[in-house]
């Protein structure tokens, strides 16, 4: 148990399961930008129609793609990241791959260099500091790798894109349902090497209630900055026009101020009691400019992400 508990990694379940989802996340950008896919193996377990899958998304024209797998084709190690869906495996240092259905012929293989993880302590296992030890959480949420360099080639229906140069991140969820509502960006493609950020804010089901909860961070120059409602930091204001999103957190420290400039969508599933049933829409080539100021308003860092990871469930706007 604890094993997995500090490794958000980790398979969390087990296919005896019922009403539960499992789901990594893994995301390849080009070294010129050019390219951005993003790879979902995962599990839905519920009475009906329980199975394996491999979400496929092509940000640069928004084509998705959802392979189907009986559950004798998914196995796990229970030691370390290791997923095996039909004959594709993803670990924390690689992905390889080899799909074929009526929609898409997909092969290749992917190394990751040079991973940065997200920090963890023992009050802390993961981005969702303390509410990690929560049993009853409707949704469970993990970073893997904030940013690796990527070394290797794919072939998609005949074409080959050429990752190596590029760059690469790994996050998941797992659990009964992605929330009602909810705003997720990510990006770690800024011109300064290694910098990452992530955000996030959605409707939290809590004890008969809900509350409206958030986790960010900004990696820059070998630090993490952090805003999460479990630390105390706050989102003062957000806005929302037809393509643009402004947001500003702050904590005791410092202050991040967040605008995005949202590009082409495309349609992915997302489960419902374990069900992938839900269809959302997602961006992962859109744009982010982030400015972080100290608690003064001094400049500490102004930049702009590309290949941005982008999903807005617009109800959200309801409860903020």
């Known amino acids: 148990?604890?094993?997995?508990?500090?490794?958000?990694?980790?398979?969390?379940?087990?296919?005896?399961?019922?009403?539960?989802?499992?789901?990594?996340?893994?995301?390849?950008?080009?070294?010129?930008?050019?390219?951005?896919?993003?790879?979902?193996?995962?599990?839905?377990?519920?009475?009906?129609?329980?199975?394996?899958?491999?979400?496929?998304?092509?940000?640069?024209?928004?084509?998705?793609?959802?392979?189907?797998?009986?559950?004798?084709e998914f196995s796990w190690d229970k030691r370390r990241l290791f997923l095996k869906v039909g004959s594709s495996t993803f670990t924390e240092s690689s992905i390889s791959l080899n799909i074929a259905s009526e929609s898409i012929n997909l092969t290749g293989k992917i190394d990751f260099k040079n991973i940065i993880r997200y920090p963890k302590s023992i009050f802390s296992p993961g981005i969702m500091g303390w509410y990690s030890f929560i049993p009853f959480?409707?949704?469970?949420?993990?970073?893997?790798?904030?940013?690796?360099?990527?070394?290797?080639?794919?072939?998609?229906?005949g074409n080959v894109i050429d990752f190596t140069g590029g760059k690469g991140y790994i996050e998941k969820d797992w659990g009964v349902s992605f929330p009602e509502a909810w705003i997720w960006i990510q990006s770690n493609n800024f011109g300064k090497k290694d910098t990452s950020f992530s955000f996030s804010i959605a409707k939290i089901p809590w004890m008969g209630r809900f509350f409206i909860g958030f986790i960010a961070f900004l990696y820059l120059?070998?630090?993490?900055?952090l805003?999460?409602?479990?630390?105390?930091?706050?989102?003062?204001?957000?806005?929302?026009?037809?393509?643009?999103?402004?947001?500003k957190v702050r904590n005791s420290r410092n202050i991040l101020k967040i605008s995005v400039i949202k590009n082409v969508f495309g349609?992915?599933?997302a489960p419902v009691s374990g069900e992938m049933s839900r269809r959302i829409k997602e961006s992962i080539d859109s744009e982010v400019h982030l400015q972080l100021l100290d608690k003064y308003d001094n400049p500490v860092f102004e930049?702009?992400?590309?290949?941005?990871?982008?999903?807005?469930?617009?109800?959200?706007f309801d409860y903020i």
């Not at 491999?54 to 928004?62: A, E, V, Y």
């Not at 120059?221 to 900055?225: Q, S």
């Not at 930049?303 to 959200?316: A, M, N």
């Open 267 to 269: 349609e992915l599933r």
């Open 137 to 157: 959480m409707e949704c469970n949420h993990g970073i893997v790798s904030v940013n690796h360099d990527l070394h290797g080639k794919i072939s998609v229906n």
């Open 221 to 225: 120059n070998n630090k993490f900055y």
């Open 1 to 72: 148990m604890f094993r997995r508990l500090y490794n958000p990694e980790l398979f969390q379940g087990n296919l005896r399961k019922k009403h539960y989802f499992e789901g990594w996340y893994f995301k390849q950008v080009t070294a010129d930008q050019s390219s951005v896919f993003s790879f979902i193996p995962g599990v839905s377990l519920v009475e009906n129609d329980p199975h394996a899958f491999i979400q496929i998304m092509n940000g640069s024209t928004g084509n998705t793609d959802y392979i189907r797998y009986r559950l004798d």
């Open 303 to 316: 930049g702009t992400g590309k290949s941005v990871g982008l999903e807005i469930i617009e109800k959200i």
């Open 227 to 247: 805003f999460s409602t479990y630390n105390q930091s706050i989102v003062s204001e957000i806005t929302h026009e037809k393509d643009n999103i402004e947001i």
